[in-house]
């Protein structure tokens, strides 16, 4: 349902644009505050990781326009592109490596817009919402419970972090098509095996790169599959 369907065009941009910016007000502020009561910075950085992510499920509600939502994901794009250069926002920086992962997830955002928000903006919401709280909750867990762990490409993950990652991801996915279209026993068929893909590619994407790989993944393979079961 669109709860902006019938106001003002003007009043209707300001609504939406003031609950993106509250809500990311919020998301910082829990940041800072965690940062100065010398929290794990990992903490830190994953609740914003997940709370930006969840800017776009507020768009997808709110029904906020492509070319609105493809200039904030050029923007933070271009933010996160020069924090990595300049350490603007030092919360949303990789805890312990270097790497264009926070851009690269800015980027996919973008993408997943430009691609998909005009006819299918669920399966970008797939995708953004997989990556943020799936990776978010797998590095969470993986960190706290992480027993098994194994190495790839000097990144050490665990399995722990890697079921969460799938569980997380197969529940999201469960929940944007039920809210999409309602509860479908097809559904099932899509979320397993996106959400173990997901998984897959968090575990072994290179130097951030599963910022990319796992919501374009998830997204894309949602959208094909739903085509075909």
């Given at each position: 349902?669109?709860?902006?369907?019938?106001?003002?065009?003007?009043?209707?941009?300001?609504?939406?644009?003031?609950?993106?910016?509250?809500?990311l007000g919020l998301v910082f502020l829990a940041s800072e505050i965690l940062h100065r009561l010398k929290k794990d910075p990992e903490l830190v950085r994953k609740?914003?990781?997940?709370?930006?992510?969840?800017?776009?499920?507020?768009?997808?509600?709110?029904?906020?326009?492509?070319?609105?939502?493809?200039?904030?994901?050029?923007?933070?794009?271009?933010?996160?592109?020069?924090?990595?250069?300049?350490?603007?926002?030092?919360?949303?920086?990789?805890?312990?490596?270097?790497?264009?992962?926070?851009?690269?997830?800015?980027?996919?955002?973008?993408?997943?817009?430009?691609?998909?928000?005009?006819?299918?903006?669920?399966?970008?919401?797939?995708?953004v919402m997989v990556m943020s709280w799936g990776d978010g909750l797998a590095a969470l867990i993986g960190k706290r419970f992480g027993k098994h762990t194994f190495?790839?490409?000097?990144?050490?993950?665990?399995?722990?972090?890697?079921?969460?990652?799938?569980?997380?991801?197969?529940?999201?996915?469960?929940?944007?098509?039920?809210?999409?279209?309602?509860?479908?026993?097809?559904?099932?068929?899509?979320?397993?095996?996106?959400?173990?893909?997901?998984?897959?590619?968090?575990?072994?994407?290179?130097?951030?790169?599963?910022?990319?790989?796992?919501?374009?993944?998830?997204?894309?393979?949602?959208?094909?599959?739903?085509?075909?079961?």
């Amino acid at each position: 349902m669109n709860i902006t369907s019938e106001i003002p065009l003007t009043t209707s941009l300001i609504i939406q644009i003031s609950a993106v910016a509250i809500w990311l007000g919020l998301v910082f502020l829990a940041s800072e505050i965690l940062h100065r009561l010398k929290k794990d910075p990992e903490l830190v950085r994953k609740v914003v990781h997940i709370g930006t992510g969840n800017v776009l499920l507020i768009a997808w509600w709110l029904h906020i326009p492509t070319w609105l939502c493809t200039i904030a994901g050029v923007t933070f794009s271009a933010i996160a592109l020069a924090s990595h250069h300049t350490n603007i926002l030092p919360m949303l920086n990789d805890v312990g490596r270097k790497t264009y992962g926070v851009f690269y997830y800015a980027l996919s955002i973008t993408i997943l817009v430009v691609f998909l928000w005009q006819s299918h903006p669920q399966y970008a919401v797939i995708g953004v919402m997989v990556m943020s709280w799936g990776d978010g909750l797998a590095a969470l867990i993986g960190k706290r419970f992480g027993k098994h762990t194994f190495m790839h490409l000097g990144n050490k993950r665990s399995l722990e972090g890697s079921f969460a990652m799938f569980a997380t991801s197969f529940i999201v996915i469960l929940s944007i098509l039920g809210l999409s279209h309602g509860i479908h026993p097809n559904d099932i068929g899509i979320a397993a095996p996106v959400a173990a893909i997901a998984a897959i590619l968090e575990a072994f994407s290179p130097g951030g790169t599963d910022n990319i790989s796992v919501p374009l993944s998830s997204a894309f393979l949602s959208y094909a599959l739903q085509l075909i079961l």
